[in-house]
């Protein structure tokens, strides 16, 4: 049974590259090749991260709350982290759930990225440099929050509008 949804799937697959325009196709392909290249990024950076963890628990003494130790390792779970919510969103455009161009994803990409760097800061950074990075994660956030608000309003809208879904 297993086989046949895989076969539906790709017989679903088939049917939408017959009516995809030749732009629709190569964003398809450019899409498929990001997913099959960031998979391979994952992969080599998860083995990384568990020989280096591995490498500081056992012949380093790891002492997790070494403020540069911790910045290391939680650093790398975050860039980690970042690459799997990448893929993530370019898997729904290979299979045509979304289109190309998510900007809530892309927000929140950010959101995630600069929460990175808040942790991996240096204790010397300048105060300036934290007011920089807290301004862009304030930015982000409220522009997130009114995009989110938007869809939520739109969504009611169509639910409380019959016309609309006609």
Known sequence: MHKE????????????????T??????????LVLSAVIAVIIVVSLFQLISIVFTLLVLDAFNPLDHKVFQSV???????LIAMEFKHSIVRVAARQDSIIQVKTVILIGL???????????????????????????????????????????????????????
């Open 5 to 20: 949804s895989g076969h539906t799937a790709l017989d679903e697959m088939r049917s939408q590259w017959r009516l995809m």
């Open 112 to 166: 995630i990225a600069l929460a990175r760097k808040f942790v991996i800061l240096d204790l010397e950074a300048s105060p300036g440099k934290i007011a920089a990075l807290a301004g862009a994660t304030l930015a982000l956030g409220a522009t997130y929050w009114l995009l989110r608000e938007r869809d939520d309003r739109a969504a009611e809208t169509s639910e409380h509008d019959p016309s609309s879904s006609q």
């Open 74 to 80: 939680f650093g790398m779970i975050m860039a980690l």
């Open 22 to 31: 030749v732009y629709e196709r190569f964003e398809q392909v450019v899409a």
